[in-house]
């Protein structure tokens, strides 16, 4: 397990609950979490003078998880190679190949029904690499051990079920709505930090549906800062109902250790996965067909947009639904089905969990204009389809090298960039087709915003606003025309020669 300065997977070996009593005869167990059960050992108001009934009625229904694994390994070369000794420590070419080790993981989990099936990460079941997982075992608090057979995991939640039979109802808990949560209610974890065993934390919520910037539909997070580390991974974050709201997945970190910022999976967003894991059913999510990134400040401040809202388009895959439906490269989604694109509801989430062949209108804003688009929803590649994926990648060529890099103009003082209009000479220096429109950027000033953003000699503006340009006159004209509207900034598509064009709000000097 690394940890990193940033969001780390920490292996916190642990397991959620859920609410799953399906096929069990009426009255056959109740729920480590039950109302009934709960009601009397939790204060109704303040602050909780103890954790310590809470937890022991909880404690129970949490475990351990460790699995045993054979990973293949770079091996080194044999030291010993041409001696007399050779045989004896393996390798008879001397040469480093591969090898195969055993390994294993900790982790936590926890029950969610009498008949033994629990949730924790997937990560905590799957291994690095090019390995494979030969046993899992769950151990009670009670010391109890049972072999675990993996029932479905997922990915994408970084979700997964196990069951185990033990001949007896077992205790488990149920999930909670996560919905509810609010900053600065008090939570507890338990789990099995550093293969100590169970151990309990707690603390608040610190926040709720934290965006990480790790992108991906999943990016959706209570962050709280009760202790989790490594080894609590899977494990469960109860409400003071005694209610699963989260699962710990994530830590924030410098060092590897608790800082008090942890992160949990919803229960809102892990419920109805788990249910489906259970059920033996494939996660199918949807999917759009287009690349996309949050819009910045400037880009905002450029379209003349709120803050925190909608994301951008920057390219669409021929054939899927946005393509079919309409949406194009530039266009700003501000609404999916009626919900707002926010950084806490992020284009992705919402689009991921819609059914696919679901037809929903998409709000968008194109060259200034809002626009309401029906878009047919499709089912998500694999991740490594997604890989594959190139959205028309442009092949690229030589740097421009032939062409004056200062200039006076209003593009040079409000954006410290020197542009040339681009013809069929200078496209084939950079390796373009001849028939490229747009301008190509001869200096830029380093001091400037684009120089801050990157920009440099040779890359290419294709559009201003989301309106094409074929000169520098057309980009000082847009130039004008924000500065009137007091606006601060203005948005650009651009190019580098090789790569996809992107958009970006450059602000104005």
């Known amino acids: 397990m690394r940890y990193a300065y940033g969001v780390t997977s920490a292996l916190l070996l642990g397991g959620a609950t859920l609410s799953l009593l399906t096929g069990l005869p009426a009255g056959a167990q109740v729920a480590q979490n039950d109302a009934q059960n709960i009601q009397a050992i939790t204060p109704r108001v303040g602050a909780p003078s103890s ?94 051990e049972y072999p675990a057979k993996l029932i479905g995991k997922d990915a994408a939640s970084d979700l997964a079920v196990l069951k185990i039979t033990a001949g007896k109802p077992l205790p488990f808990v149920k999930f909670g709505d996560s919905r509810a949560s609010r900053v600065g209610d008090w939570v507890v974890a338990i789990g099995n930090p550093f293969g100590l ?19 991906g539909a999943y990016d959706r997070y209570l962050q709280t800062d009760a202790a989790i580390n490594q080894g609590n991974s899977g494990g469960p974050m109860f409400d003071m109902k005694g209610q699963v709201i989260g699962i710990n997945r994530a830590i924030f970190s410098p060092s590897g250790g608790s800082v008090g910022i942890g992160f949990a999976i919803p229960a809102e967003t892990a419920a ?66 009626g919900k707002e694109v926010t950084r806490d509801q992020t284009l992705s989430f919402l689009v991921s969990n819609v059914k696919p062949g679901t037809k929903i209108p998409l709000e968008v804003l194109r060259g200034g204009q809002r626009l309401t688009l029906n878009v047919a929803v499709s089912k998500r590649p694999t991740d490594e389809e997604l890989a594959q994926q190139t959205f028309d990648r442009k092949k690229g060529g030589d740097d421009f090298e032939k062409a004056p890099t200062k200039g006076t103009g209003l593009a040079e003082k409000a954006l410290g960039l020197s542009l040339l209009s681009l013809n069929p000479q ?46 520098v006159g057309e980009i000082e004209n847009s130039i004008r025309a924000a500065q009137s509207a007091g606006r601060t900034a203005i948005g650009v598509q651009w190019m580098r020669p090789g790569q996809p064009p992107i958009y970006v709000g450059i602000r104005l000097r």
């Open 197 to 215: 065993g169970g151990t309990v934390t707690a603390g608040i919520i610190s926040a709720v549906y934290r965006n990480t910037g790790q992108g």
């Open 272 to 337: 109805p996965i788990v249910d489906q894991l259970i059920k033996g059913q494939t996660i199918e999510r949807g999917y759009l067909g287009v690349r996309i990134q949050p819009v910045t400040t400037d880009y905002a401040d450029s379209m003349g947009l709120p803050h925190n809202r909608g994301e951008l388009i920057q390219a669409v895959e021929p054939g899927k639904g946005a393509d079919q439906g309409g949406v194009k490269a530039g266009d700003v989604v501000l609404k999916v089905g």
């Open 51 to 144: 954790f310590a009934d809470l937890t022991s009625q909880l404690q129970p229904a949490v475990v351990n998880i460790s699995t045993r694994q054979k990973v293949r390994v770079a091996g080194g070369a044999n030291p010993f190679a041409g001696t007399p000794f050779e045989g004896f420590f393996g390798g008879g070419d001397g040469q480093g190949q591969p090898q195969t080790r055993e390994a294993q993981s900790l982790g936590s989990g926890f029950i969610v029904s009498a008949d033994g099936y629990l949730v924790t990460n997937n990560h905590v079941v799957t291994p690095e690499g090019q390995g494979v997982v030969e046993s899992i075992t769950v151990t009670l608090p009670d010391g109890s």
């Open 426 to 471: 200078i496209a084939r220096q950079l390796g373009l087709p001849e028939d490229t429109k747009g301008v190509v950027v001869a200096g830029v000033d380093a001091s400037s915003d684009a120089g801050a953003k990157g920009f440099e000699r040779g890359d290419v503006l294709l559009s201003v606003n989301n309106t094409p340009i074929t000169s």
